[in-house]
Structures are given as structure tokens and as C-alpha cells.
């Protein structure tokens, strides 16, 4: 996406995982803008290039490996007083060689946690959260029972887990919030709820998911950056709030017709990509969409898949109405 009177890059960057769940971050050189920052390696894109050319041919002139086994991970646009860049992100899970710096003054291994702790360079900071984050975004049917519902969450991928039970009042379901949600963390599950910012506050909650029309609503980011803040969103204009509210992931769709959403025009993979791959933060795809969907997901710039039914297929989280009520009265 050049800017006009802007130098413009497209950029190639190598996400490098080691099996012990490693990042590998190197840094900048003094003959280079922002000597000392940190960032993850690659570069430009030249004429001709496709960007896993471009990639592979990096990371051999970079760090003296050979890339074997790489994914998009997410793409991102970022605009620096000097000149507009678009960093096309991969995740490299596997390479021959040992990875050594021929370019920069250091490199480390470091914990995907650790990395906001680093000065990385500003356009490599959404990577952080693309790495942080898990594939898939699962929300709680409508009628999910908490009483069964521990039993179900264990046949589930881990991921992020809205609990979204648009029937119960407030009271009750922020009860529900304070006694299952611990217990999901401990299930592999990052537990989000999705009435009150406040109610991160209770144990075991990781974070707040706002509606499209919360969204609309807000003023500023609405949680501590220590708690995951996502949003629903359903074109460009949404994913621009999002992210001036310092939005951490967004979910987007549908990409295909939904019965519960059938007045909505699918976006189509197409649709989602181009909206996607513009957002400057990591983003689920929805809609008719479930786990089987995920390396096309990935193909199209999504950070994975958010979904209900296709999680729960199978499983009987039951019916919140009867058993919740004698639960937490």
C-alpha cells in the first residue's frame, strides 16, 4: 500500500519458533534507522520476487539458515515518518542450519511473553500479539449449561473462549464468570467475557470481547493491557475503531452465509482478506467457518478461526436456563 510521497517497502519477516516455543529477535545496526531497536528478521521484497523467494532468500543472507517449513502468520501496514512499509509475516517452525548473525550487532531466543518487555521497532510490535495469540476463537452457544460445560471445553482446541449467554441477567452471569472461570484457565481455555469491562477484575477472566455496537460505543480502550481486548467487527470501518482503541484481535465476518446471521452479505475469503490484511492487528475469521477451516484461514491472512457450532458439533453443553438458576441462586 504505497503512500504518495512516501518511500515504500514491501518487507518479508521470518518469525523463527525453536521447539522450546522460542522467538528469535535480532538487532538493528547502527548504519540503520532506529540503531539498537529489536526486530524479527527479513527484508525487502524486490522486483520480480514473490515474498517466500524473498523470505528464503533473507533469512539465508541474515542468519545462514535454509527455510524449511513456514505459514503466513499475519500482514501488516505501518506508516514511519521516513517511509510506509507492509510487513509480511511468517511463522518459520523449521529450517536447516544453525541460525547466526551475519548482519546484525545481536540476536536472542526470547519467551513470545517476554517480548513486550523488549524496544522492539514500532511497526514489529502487532507481531507480538499475532504470536501471543491462540488459532481459534470459540464463543459459547447460547444455551452452553455451566454445569456441563468443563466436561465439554475438554474436547475443545484451546483457545480463546467468550463466554457469551446472552439469556442470563448480569447478576447471574457474572456469577457464572467467578466459579467456571478459573477452572477453564486450568482446561487450556483463556476464559473472555463480554457484558462488563469490570469483569476482567474476576479470577481466572483473560479479557474483554466488545460487540460491533459496544464498539461504537467506547472512548477509549476499555481493559489494562494485561487482559486481552477483541472485538466483532463487520467491515473497514469497525476495524478502524478496533484498532484506535487499541484493540488486541478482531473477529470478521461472515466470509460465508450463516442461518443466524442471514441478513448479512458474506464477505467471501476474497472480502475477508483484503479487509484483513489493511486492520494493523491480528484478526479471527467467522462465519459458517470452524477447525477444519484453519490453513485456508491462514492462507487469507486471518490469525485463525472464530466460530460456535462447528466447536460444539457433537458435544451437549446443554441448557442454561433450568440448571444455571439452581446453580447460583
Not at 25 to 33: E, G, M, N, S, V
Request: with cysteine; hydrophobic share 40%.
Amino acid at each position: 500500500m504505497p503512500s504518495t510521497g512516501r518511500k515504500y517497502g514491501h518487507i518479508a519477516v521470518g518469525v523463527l519458533v525453536n521447539p522450546r516455543g522460542e522467538v528469535l529477535i535480532c538487532q538493528r545496526p547502527a548504519y540503520k534507522l532506529y540503531p539498537g531497536e529489536w526486530e524479527f528478521p527479513g527484508g525487502k521484497v524486490e522486483a520480480g520476487e514473490d515474498v517466500q523467494t524473498a523470505l528464503h532468500r533473507e533469512l539465508r543472507e541474515e542468519l545462514d539458515i535454509d527455510v524449511q517449513h513456514s505459514r503466513p502468520l499475519i500482514r501488516l501496514p505501518f506508516v514511519y515518518p521516513e517511509l510506509s512499509v507492509e510487513l509480511d509475516t511468517w511463522l518459520v517452525t523449521a529450517w536447516a542450519g544453525e541460525p547466526r548473525s551475519t548482519e546484525h550487532p545481536a540476536m536472542a531466543w526470547v519467551a513470545p511473553d517476554e517480548l513486550p518487555r523488549r524496544k522492539l521497532l514500532a511497526a514489529d510490535r502487532p507481531i507480538v500479539n499475532a504470536l501471543r495469540l491462540p488459532a481459534h476463537c470459540i464463543f459459547t452457544p447460547p444455551e452452553a449449561n455451566p454445569a456441563q460445560l468443563l466436561d465439554t471445553v475438554q474436547r475443545l482446541p484451546r483457545g480463546l473462549l467468550r463466554l457469551r449467554l446472552p439469556g442470563l441477567a448480569d447478576a447471574h452471569y457474572r456469577r457464572w464468570v467467578r466459579e467456571l472461570a478459573p477452572a477453564l484457565l486450568q482446561a487450556g481455555q483463556q476464559p473472555i467475557v463480554d457484558r462488563d469491562p469490570a469483569d476482567v477484575a474476576e479470577p481466572g477472566a483473560c479479557g474483554f470481547h466488545a460487540s460491533a455496537k459496544v464498539l461504537g460505543r467506547l472512548r477509549s480502550r476499555p481493559v489494562a493491557a494485561a487482559k486481552w481486548f477483541g472485538a466483532s467487527c463487520h467491515g473497514a470501518e469497525d476495524l478502524t475503531l478496533a484498532r484506535a482503541f487499541g484493540a488486541d484481535y478482531a473477529v470478521l465476518g461472515p466470509v460465508n452465509a450463516t442461518p443466524t446471521h442471514p441478513q448479512a452479505t458474506p464477505l467471501g475469503w476474497q472480502g475477508f482478506s483484503r479487509l484483513a490484511r489493511q486492520a494493523g492487528l491480528p484478526v479471527y475469521a467467522i462465519g459458517g467457518l470452524g477447525p477444519d477451516d484453519l490453513d485456508e484461514a491462514w492462507r487469507h491472512g486471518a490469525q485463525g478461526v472464530a466460530g460456535i457450532s462447528a466447536y460444539w458439533r457433537g458435544s451437549s453443553p446443554g441448557d442454561a436456563s433450568g440448571s444455571l438458576s439452581a446453580r447460583i441462586e
